[in-house]
């Protein structure tokens, strides 16, 4: 008996022994299955998650970012105990002890969904684990998802330090409003740093991995609530916390900046211009969009907000200016329906959510509006944002469209979309209404570089950028008239020619494929012989073409393609009027060579772009400084910085064009429109029927350009100019950027010297001569000047010809200026026949 029933245990014994081989055998014979052909772990080792990159104004501040995936890469040493203990509580207690997955946690698991009948499966996951589904594997939830998971999860445990493993789970996992990382998650729920967070608000985001959507700070409350206290208390029995800060913290409410307990972190960010844009596009274009938008780069942008703040200004202000003075209304083309408008709950979120711009701060911000009731004598408004008061009602007078044609009948319907702000006292600043505002229809562009080192200290491509992403400084190609003149005449200069030379200004017919091109002037009056300053100061098309033609426009056009204005410019005589389009970003900065004796500028918007790592992959400036490393050098003496940059003209040229466009503000085309306290050249440029004006100018230092058009080209009327549109924006902006940055004399190149000559007919004066004719010009040592010389281009000159009086100019016209000052402008080139370019 006994001998059968030890027969009967053995036996038992025996198949449990083969029955827990056979499994032992089985598992291990899937592990190995599934074992094969795995993704490699070890390239976590090297894992850079993709991170936001950002952009610093030059003072360090943060001015833009750009991500698709909003996470800031944060290394394990510099997360707070506090957060990871969160975390490990709420998702893996076990995580410094296990060796990858949590047998217990997965058989608990499974007993779980038995005894549930499936109906409440749970995971299991370790941490390590989690970074493997996150990394390597999908997310499904088959079985075979499960076992690739644990193989992965234990060989990385022989890989990877848990320091290591929990930076990676940190930086990577997803928390929700499209925040990846816990350090972004701080930012988007709390706008704090992670060393800033409390154990609840730790708690808080370590709620959320279980699945964000369902626990929104606004939307689930309640059952996000219950999920952080839970957090709390796991913190609390894992010895992370004591009793009383247990109590303390889960006493706290939930706070979030989603239910208006912080402000966002994006309030403290300017909002995005054309500035961060353009190089969002240009370092895209360098470094490849992907990896931009997950490089994590740290870019130093060489814009100067306080002139970037101007430039906005002025810009704005010339382009509403001509807006208004045209007279019509078209509105933000917005209208809200009429079930919005019931009552100020529904038509508040419904203006909130009006694809409408909101950036614009011109004489104050500018707010949406929707038109609540009309009446004969004012309109009343609902204002975005802000709230009614009976000190500043929200209503517009009849008197504040007095520049418009219509009534308010006329001209708006109710549940119409507008722009206004409020209209202040000049002295006081004390509210006296609400005034209508429109973006107009007329664009532009500025920039504003330094003349040295091309640092773009300001760009604005457009009156809006929320109204138009589209950067009229950098991506629209317009004519740009007389403004190119200045380059014709820098081909002559080096070629031989000098201040002096005497250019014929007299009618020219030339014989074309498409007809007969009679190019003009503003008048039937000509200056006949002239010296060639007289044709830059007073931008003569005819002396251009006849200069044009006697130099070649293959010596033109390799100077405008030297200068970077055009890639590959055509060699039509036209051209030599500026009609063939490029940017007014080429345009300042071929004039900035002008300014600084003929070097080679590379304008830029960066100064330098750091990886995530703080390695420097692009500088701006190439110079050496060669005595940087020496301690003796004397503190009165900087170290030398050695300047590698090609030279594009010669010194003496580019001073000689310099002081010849110095004339064109002081006595030519841009007479009146620029007034200030340091020596200024540039050039207008106006198209055929105003289609496109510009002003190019620069100081000493700042080189500066305006561009104003319609972006589908048609004229912009009758005193439209270069001078009275674009010279103004470019007076404004210099006023203030010279109080900043200073400006002197142009700096005079050795090697020459000044003669004095008169001004109207070239002719060789006494040095002692002094008068409104005379002019100090500069000429090339050991060249004796020719005076006396007269270029035709090949063209004769009648002589029936109506002559300008000497001293006389062009008829001037009066036109009143932004600031509300008077200037006066000459006349408007005609097409002739086939007119191109244009007079200024």
């Not at 080189?703 to 972006?711: H, L, Q, S």
């Amino acid at each position: 008996m006994l001998r059968a029933i030890g027969t009967f245990f053995g036996t038992v014994f025996s198949l449990v022994n083969l029955g827990l081989m056979l499994i032992a055998l089985s598992i291990a014979a899937v592990f190995h299955i599934y074992g094969q052909d795995l993704p490699s772990h070890e390239r976590l080792a090297n894992y850079t998650p993709p991170t936001i990159s950002r952009i610093y104004s030059s003072e360090g501040r943060i001015i833009d970012e750009f991500s698709r995936e909003r996470r800031l890469f944060t290394p394990a040493d510099d997360i707070p105990d506090l957060v990871k203990q969160a975390f490990i509580s709420a998702e893996d207690k076990n995580f410094y002890s296990h060796g990858g997955y949590d047998a217990r946690g997965i058989a608990a698991a499974i007993f779980e969904a038995v005894r549930s009948r499936g109906e409440n499966v749970r995971g299991a996951s370790t941490i390590t684990q989690q970074v493997m589904k996150n990394f390597l594997l999908s997310g499904d939830r088959r079985i075979e998802r499960k076992i690739k998971e644990i193989i992965l999860a234990t060989r990385i445990e022989e890989t990877l330090t848990k320091e290591k493993i929990l930076e990676l789970y940190l930086n990577e996992i997803f928390l929700g409003q499209n925040s990846y990382g816990v350090t972004a998650a701080a930012q988007t729920y709390f706008n704090k740093s992670l060393r800033e967070l409390a154990p609840h608000e730790a708690a808080m985001l370590a709620s959320m991995p279980k699945a964000p959507s369902d626990y929104h700070p606004v939307r689930n409350r309640d059952r996000l609530l219950q999920r952080r206290d839970f957090v709390l208390e796991e913190m609390f029995e894992n010895g992370f916390i004591n009793q009383s800060t247990y109590e303390a913290e889960i006493a706290q409410p939930l706070r979030s900046v989603q239910n208006g307990d912080f402000t966002r972190f994006s309030v403290g960010l300017p909002p995005r211009d054309y500035f961060t844009d353009e190089i969002r596009r240009q370092l895209s274009q360098d470094f490849g969009e992907g990896e931009f938008f997950s490089g994590g780069f740290s870019v130093r942008a060489t814009i100067d907000p306080e002139m970037q703040e101007e430039a906005a200004e002025g810009l704005r202000r010339q382009l509403e200016k001509y807006d208004r003075d045209r007279g019509r209304w078209r509105g933000t083309g917005v209208v809200l329906p009429e079930e919005a408008l019931t009552n100020e709950e529904t038509w508040r979120k419904a203006l909130s959510e009006a694809r409408v711009p909101r950036d614009i701060t011109l004489d104050g911000e500018w707010h949406p509006a929707v038109v609540l009731e009309i009446e004969a004598q004012q309109m009343r408004l609902g204002i975005d944002g802000v709230d009614a008061d009976e000190n500043a009602p929200h209503v517009v007078p009849r008197s504040d469209i007095a520049w418009l044609p219509g009534d308010f009948f006329e001209t708006f319907k109710r549940g119409e979309v507008v722009l206004v702000r409020k209209m202040v006292d000049d002295d006081s600043g004390a509210f006296l209404r609400w005034t209508l505002r429109q973006v107009p229809e007329v664009q532009g562009g500025f920039v504003a570089m330094d003349v040295n080192t091309g640092r773009v200290l300001a760009m604005q491509g457009g009156f809006s950028y929320e109204h138009s992403v589209f950067n009229r400084t950098t991506q629209a190609k317009r004519q740009p008239g007389s403004s190119f003149k200045p380059f014709v005449f820098a081909a002559a200069l080096d070629s031989g020619y000098s201040p002096a030379t005497i250019v014929i200004d007299a009618p020219i017919e030339i014989d074309t494929p498409q007809g007969i091109w009679r190019p003009r002037n503003s008048s039937n009056k000509f200056y006949g012989p002239t010296p060639l300053r007289t044709g830059i100061e007073q931008s003569r098309n005819l002396m251009t073409i006849r200069l044009a033609q006697e130099v070649g426009m293959d010596v033109v056009a390799d100077y405008a393609e030297r200068f970077g204005v055009y890639d590959d410019m055509g060699r039509f005589l036209a051209n030599s009027l500026g009609s063939e389009e490029t940017t007014l970003y080429n345009m300042v900065a071929a004039y900035a060579m002008f300014a600084n004796g003929g070097e080679r500028v590379r304008p830029t918007l960066v100064d330098r772009v750091q990886d995530r790592y703080g390695k420097t992959v692009y500088a701006h400036d190439p110079r050496d400084c060669v005595e940087c490393d020496d301690p003796n050098i004397p503190s009165t003496r900087g170290p030398l910085i050695v300047s590698d940059r090609e030279r594009v003209m010669d010194p003496i040229t580019a001073y000689q064009l310099t002081s010849m466009m110095k004339g064109v503000v002081d006595r030519g085309t841009a007479r009146g429109a620029i007034d200030l306290p340091v020596p200024v050249a540039g050039k207008t440029g106006t198209t055929n029927d105003a289609r496109d004006v510009w002003f190019v100018g620069f100081t000493s230092n700042i080189v500066a350009g305006c561009y104003i058009g319609y972006d589908q080209p048609r004229g912009l009327g009758r005193g439209a100019y270069g001078s009275s549109m674009c010279g103004p924006v470019f007076q404004d902006f210099m006023q203030e950027a010279i109080k900043k940055y200073g400006g002197g004399p142009f700096k005079v190149p050795p090697g020459g010297q000044f003669l004095k000559i008169d001004r109207f007919t070239g002719a060789r004066l006494r040095d002692d001569a002094e008068g409104d004719y005379v002019v100090a010009e500069y000429f090339r040592d050991g060249e004796e000047p020719v005076f006396g010389f007269s270029v035709t281009g090949g063209f004769a000159m009648g002589n029936d010809l109506e002559l300008f009086e000497r001293g006389e100019s062009e008829e001037v016209k009066e036109v009143t200026t932004s600031t509300g000052e008077k200037a006066t402008v000459g006349g408007k080139a005609s097409f002739g026949s086939m007119s191109s370019g244009g007079l200024y």
